[in-house]
T-cell receptor, first 111, second 113 residues
Framework: DAGVIQSPRHEVTEMGQEVTLRCKPI?????LFWYRQTMMRGLELLIY????????DSGMPEDRFSAKMPNASFSTLKIQPSEPRDSAVYFC?????????FGPGTRLTVT | QQQVKQSPQSLIVQKGGISIINCAYE??????FPWYQQFPGKGPALLIA?????SEKKEGRFTISFNKSAKQFSLHIMDSQPGDSATYFC????????????FGKGTHLIIQP
């Protein structure tokens, strides 16, 4: 099993630009989660989907953030426009029942 | 509001010793408590998890102790090895584990040879 796949692994962009992070969950898993990790705030849940439907997006910090899951094997997290305070590592995780498995993360730097 | 409090922030243990990390939670709806291990530049990896209907769960050198009345749980790493040096996160969730995780702030563990 390839595990959760995220791309890109690193992203450097300028303030104001649009950023799209991608995630491919483990095949057969029906829940997908997006988390953000920073030194100040630690690991925090942004949004999660169950069977491709958004269940809880209360962690999405602002309207600049949006997430989609068009099918069971793909999800995107978009930031538009990006700001320096969005710099963080963004993790995608998937779950089949209760155990969440994390991807390697995307390190985003907004200058 | 920090719903899961983790301590200590950092911990140094001699090789062969026992590493103990503690967590406390506030939300009584939480019903699934996993621990994750994270190495630099990697994603968190699930170590072991427990549900509140048991007081202890052991997998190899890793043991979770759970105290439902006190709303506390802890991770014990027996015979700690240098390869165990990492950051450890406790977490909690509801819905039997189906909901998103609320994480503690993490413990940076160093095992000295």
């Amino acid at each position: 099993d390839a595990g959760v796949i995220q791309s890109p692994r690193h992203e450097v962009t300028e303030m104001g630009q649009e950023v799209t992070l991608r995630c491919k969950p483990i095949s057969g898993h029906n829940s997908l989660f997006w988390y953000r990790q920073t030194m100040m705030r630690g690991l925090e849940l942004l949004i999660y989907f169950n069977n491709n439907v958004p269940i809880d997006d209360s962690g999405m910090p602002e309207d600049r953030f949006s997430a989609k899951m068009p099918n069971a094997s793909f999800s995107t997290l978009k930031i538009q426009p990006s700001e320096p305070r969005d710099s963080a590592v963004y993790f995608c995780a998937s779950s089949g029942r209760n155990e969440q498995y994390f991807g390697p993360g995307t390190r985003l730097t907004v200058t | 509001q920090q719903q899961v409090k983790q301590s200590p922030q950092s911990l140094i243990v001699q090789k062969g010793g026992i590493s103990i990390i503690n967590c406390a939670y506030e939300n009584t709806a939480f019903d699934y408590f996993p621990w994750y291990q994270q190495f630099p530049g990697k994603g968190p990896a699930l170590l072991i998890a427990i549900r509140p209907d048991v007081s202890e769960k052991k997998e190899g050198r890793f043991t979770i102790s759970f105290n439902k009345s006190a709303k506390q749980f802890s991770l014990h790493i027996m015979d700690s090895q240098p390869g165990d040096s990492a950051t450890y996160f406790c977490a909690a969730t509801s819905g039997g584990g189906a909901d998103g995780l609320t994480f503690g702030k993490g413990t940076h563990l160093i095992i000295q040879p």
